[in-house]
């Protein structure tokens, strides 16, 4: 298995009474929940509760082990993945290979971006974001000049789909509540917070309905929602945008954030080019309907990095396909006909807007407000890893959101 998210460690987990020796290789030693992360990065959830260490996890399987290490190599002839660690390289031979390498950023060209605007996709990013925003409070209250105060106290998210939605919800209500009366000289609820997006509208995915529900909340906790607008520069001190008009404008703050698109991990384009397998536009690798790498019934490339049918970049596609994988490797175990094409179930889509205020997308029912946000809570409960985990992570909501505190605000030199 090649990655610790969710593709590798449920195929991995698929797995648990197969007669397999599994090898799970990981440039993390953690799994990670990314759909918590903007909880890290505001400030509710520490870094541990979504990031719990994948060799605890799974301690009790017998036939898995699990080591550090980035692949930079996977030669599918000799069939061995050669990965790199601090302290050496070390070459693995497999039978079968799940390739669950995941997503990266996309700048779309403009990677220099990046600098002024990170992305959130793994714990580093989440910790260098909270940095930023916390410390953008911090530094607008030692600032005598208003226009200063005010740069330091705008926030612009790029991207309106669930990740960017989070994001600003959960900035306007630090802003708004927790940092109420946290500060003298500044108002931390004179913030403004941008969520900005090239699309027409905010979650385009989730539908009109959903789309006009979560921009009047967004509206409601004090979100400036700019739509149709596309980011032309970055720098330290603002963002530059252009409407479909050409006309050009330039926001001044200090905390900018990307949510706007990924890109297949590396690893999927030399895969690709070793196999003469074909790549979709953002860089995913185009696979046969079993999840396999063509002309390599052994190879599955599964989640995030795959791209089969246009099934979108979430957890249930990689949770599924992982496990369709695992499937395939015991049929062939068992002398068994393979190359069953993967079925995804659509369980649905949501995204929390502000506290105690959700959309869901299950099916033909959409559900928006309360009744969805516990939808939200249940979900996120049940699929985050560990009974600690969960309870720990109940305590930090009930912190945040029926009291006003966040209890991660540390921010280190380092982040
Ligand atoms: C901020 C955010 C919010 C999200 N919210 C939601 C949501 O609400 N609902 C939802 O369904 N989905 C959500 N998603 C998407 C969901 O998290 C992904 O679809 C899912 O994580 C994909 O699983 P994966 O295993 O394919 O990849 P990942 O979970 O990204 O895992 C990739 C793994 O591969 C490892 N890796 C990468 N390159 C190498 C290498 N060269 N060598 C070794 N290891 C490597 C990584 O360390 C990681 O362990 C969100 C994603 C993000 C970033």
């Given at each position: 298995?090649?990655?610790?998210?969710?593709g590798?460690?449920?195929?991995?987990?698929?797995?648990?009474?197969?007669?397999?020796?599994?090898?799970l290789?990981?440039?993390?030693?953690?799994?990670?929940?990314?759909?918590?992360?903007y909880?890290?990065?505001?400030?509710?959830?520490?870094?541990?509760?979504v990031?719990?260490?994948?060799?605890?996890?799974?301690?009790a399987?017998?036939?898995?082990?699990?080591?550090?290490?980035?692949?930079?190599?996977?030669?599918l002839?000799?069939?061995?993945?050669?990965?790199?660690?601090?302290?050496?390289?070390?070459?693995?031979?497999?039978?079968s290979?799940v390739?669950?390498?995941?997503a990266t950023?996309?700048?779309?060209?403009?990677?220099?971006?990046?600098?002024?605007a990170?992305?959130?996709?793994t714990?580093e990013?989440?910790?260098?974001?909270?940095a930023?925003?916390f410390?953008?409070?911090e530094?607008?209250?030692?600032?005598?000049?208003?226009?200063?105060?005010?740069?330091?106290?705008t926030?612009?998210v790029?991207?309106?789909?669930?990740t960017?939605?989070?994001?600003?919800g959960?900035?306007a209500?630090l802003a708004?509540?927790?940092?109420?009366?946290?500060?003298?000289?500044?108002d931390?609820t004179?913030?403004?917070i941008?969520?900005?997006?090239?699309?027409?509208?905010?979650?385009g995915?989730?539908?009109?309905?959903?789309?006009?529900?979560?921009?009047?909340?967004?509206?409601?906790?004090?979100?400036?929602?700019r739509?149709?607008?596309?980011?032309?520069?970055?720098d330290?001190?603002?963002?530059?945008?252009?409407?479909?008009?050409?006309?050009?404008?330039r926001i001044?703050?200090?905390?900018?954030m990307?949510?706007?698109?990924v890109?297949?991990?590396?690893?999927?384009?030399?895969?690709?080019?070793?196999?003469?397998?074909?790549?979709?536009?953002?860089?995913?690798?185009e696979?046969?309907?079993?999840c396999?790498?063509?002309g390599?019934?052994?190879?599955?490339?599964?989640?995030?990095?795959?791209a089969?049918?246009g099934?979108?970049?979430?957890a249930q596609?990689?949770i599924?396909?992982?496990?369709?994988?695992?499937?395939?490797?015991?049929r062939?175990?068992?002398?068994?006909?393979t190359?069953?094409?993967f079925r995804?179930?659509?369980?649905?889509s949501?995204?929390?807007?502000?506290?105690?205020?959700a959309?869901a997308?299950?099916?033909r029912?959409?559900?928006?407000?309360?009744?969805a946000?516990?939808?939200?809570?249940?979900?996120?409960?049940?699929y985050?890893v560990?009974?600690?985990?969960?309870l720990?992570t109940l305590?930090?909501?009930a912190?945040?959101?029926?009291?006003?505190?966040?209890?991660?605000?540390v921010?280190?030199?380092?982040?």
């Amino acid at each position: 298995m090649i990655g610790s998210g969710f593709g590798g460690l449920f195929a991995t987990k698929a797995l648990r009474d197969a007669p397999v020796e599994i090898t799970l290789v990981a440039k993390t030693s953690h799994h990670l929940f990314q759909p918590l992360l903007y909880q890290v990065a505001t400030g509710i959830l520490a870094a541990g509760e979504v990031a719990p260490a994948t060799r605890d996890i799974l301690r009790a399987q017998r036939n898995a082990r699990v080591l550090l290490g980035e692949v930079t190599d996977v030669d599918l002839e000799a069939r061995t993945v050669t990965s790199v660690a601090p302290n050496g390289a070390t070459t693995i031979a497999y039978d079968s290979l799940v390739v669950a390498a995941g997503a990266t950023q996309s700048y779309f060209g403009n990677d220099h971006f990046a600098e002024h605007a990170p992305g959130l996709k793994t714990i580093e990013d989440a910790l260098d974001l909270r940095a930023r925003i916390f410390g953008a409070f911090e530094l607008a209250e030692l600032e005598d000049d208003p226009a200063l105060v005010q740069r330091w106290l705008t926030f612009v998210v790029v991207g309106a789909g669930a990740t960017g939605v989070e994001m600003a919800g959960q900035i306007a209500e630090l802003a708004h509540r927790t940092l109420k009366d946290n500060f003298r000289r500044i108002d931390p609820t004179r913030s403004r917070i941008v969520l900005l997006d090239a699309a027409p509208s905010v979650l385009g995915s989730f539908g009109e309905r959903l789309s006009t529900i979560a921009t009047r909340q967004l509206a409601a906790i004090g979100v400036e929602v700019r739509l149709g607008l596309k980011v032309v520069g970055v720098d330290d001190t603002g963002i530059d945008v252009v409407d479909h008009e050409g006309h050009g404008q330039r926001i001044e703050s200090m905390c900018k954030m990307w949510a706007a698109g990924v890109t297949g991990n590396p690893l999927g384009a030399q895969l690709a080019a070793a196999s003469g397998a074909g790549t979709d536009r953002v860089g995913r690798v185009e696979v046969n309907p079993d999840c396999t790498l063509p002309g390599h019934p052994e190879v599955f490339v599964v989640g995030d990095l795959m791209a089969l049918e246009g099934l979108p970049g979430v957890a249930q596609v990689a949770i599924q396909s992982a496990e369709h994988a695992a499937g395939q490797i015991v049929r062939r175990l068992q002398g068994e006909e393979t190359g069953q094409p993967f079925r995804y179930k659509d369980k649905g889509s949501m995204a929390t807007v502000a506290r105690f205020h959700a959309v869901a997308s299950v099916g033909r029912i959409r559900v928006a407000g309360f009744p969805a946000w516990v939808m939200w809570l249940a979900v996120h409960l049940a699929y985050l890893v560990g009974y600690k985990n969960r309870l720990t992570t109940l305590l930090h909501w009930a912190h945040s959101f029926i009291g006003r505190g966040r209890a991660e605000r540390v921010v280190t030199r380092r982040s």
